[in-house]
């Protein structure tokens, strides 16, 4: 196992997933890994929080950000999360699905870390966060894709001629 010590970067079902099968690998006869889960304030007693092998409060649920004019989410805040991350000192970190989950720039902080982000690259959520950038690398992968226009369409005039093409 090329790490022991994996942070939670998520609440409720999805870290009670990662909690679970940690476990049942351990019971298998797998390596131990310990489960950290990260949490807010509001989730202190929560289930996730509870079962994890240990578990480090990231502050309030959100706090005001002015440059935003709105509240942040403390799951969605890259230095609290860096903070929390070295803290714990975390060799991996699991997202599951949600908050950072989809964020190419939390996956080149954890690779800055040097803690090991469970999922694709950064550069691998770039390349495929984009659907005509997606069509395209499956393409010269050689993999199967659904008829399309082979690039963005600029207007209804287009749009009408690629649909009558497929």
């Known amino acids: 196992m090329p790490f022991r010590r994996v942070?939670?970067?998520?609440?409720?079902?999805?870290?009670m997933r990662f909690i679970n099968a940690a476990a049942e690998l351990h019971r298998e006869g797998g390596e131990a890994v310990t489960s950290i889960a990260l949490y807010t304030e509001p989730d202190r007693h929560a289930w996730f929080v509870r079962e994890a092998d240990e578990a480090v409060c990231i502050g309030p649920a959100a706090t005001f950000d002015p440059?935003?004019?709105?509240?942040?989410?403390?799951y969605l805040d890259?230095?609290?999360?860096?903070?929390?991350?070295?803290?714990?000192?975390?060799?991996?970190?699991?997202v599951g699905?949600?908050?950072?989950?989809?964020?190419?720039q939390?996956?080149?902080?954890?690779?800055k870390l040097g803690v090991v982000f469970i999922g694709p690259s950064g550069d691998a959520m770039r390349r495929v966060g984009d659907?005509?950038?997606?069509?395209?690398?499956?393409?010269e992968a050689g993999l199967p894709v659904v008829p399309w226009s082979g690039g963005p369409v600029d207007d209804?005039?287009?749009?009408?001629?690629v649909a009558a093409r497929l």
Request: proline share 2%; with cysteine.
């Open 67 to 74: 440059l935003l004019r709105r509240n942040a989410l403390a």
């Open 97 to 104: 699905w949600g908050f950072v989950a989809e964020h190419a």
């Open 78 to 94: 890259y230095d609290v999360l860096e903070r929390a991350l070295v803290a714990c000192q975390a060799e991996a970190v699991w």
């Open 7 to 15: 942070a939670i970067v998520n609440r409720g079902e999805p870290a």
């Open 156 to 161: 209804l005039d287009a749009a009408v001629a």
């Open 131 to 139: 659907k005509i950038g997606s069509k395209r690398l499956a393409e």
């Open 106 to 111: 939390f996956a080149d902080l954890c690779d």
